[in-house]
């Protein structure tokens, strides 16, 4: 599956951003879906992750309450909804696919099967 980021941009502190991510394939469905981003200097480290039908999610702690993430499988696309931002979520972020294996919580980096090509997303003061 191949993976396409948009809606990243720059915004105020305490504005909102929603993130897309478009899959290519018949088989985005099966796939559990991941946002991770990676600040200048800094890891990549992971945001939130849904499941294949999107009952189940995943939020890091620092992001809770301020982010959703959300998925269309009839067209092939997962969201991250950001509220409420602060500076520190300035950061390229990434979407990535992965074989479901009945949990949501984030897996090792290379059991990822598709990582798209990142969207830039900086809040100012």
């Known amino acids: 599956v191949q993976l396409v980021e948009s809606g990243g941009g720059l915004v105020q502190a305490g504005g909102s951003l929603r993130l897309s991510c478009a899959a290519s394939?018949?088989?985005?469905?099966?796939?559990?879906m991941d946002w991770f981003r990676q600040a200048p200097g800094k890891e990549r480290e992971f945001v939130a992750a849904i499941s294949p039908s999107g009952r189940s999610t995943y939020y890091t702690d620092s992001v809770k309450g301020r982010f959703t993430i959300s998925r269309d499988n009839a067209k092939n696309t997962v969201y991250l909804q950001m509220n409420s931002l602060k500076p520190e979520d300035t950061a390229v972020y990434y979407c990535a696919a992965r074989p479901y294996v009945g949990s949501v919580n984030p897996r090792r980096k290379e059991e990822y099967a598709s990582w798209g090509q990142g969207t830039q997303v900086t809040v100012s003061w």
């Open positions: 394939g018949r088989t985005f469905s099966t796939y559990a």
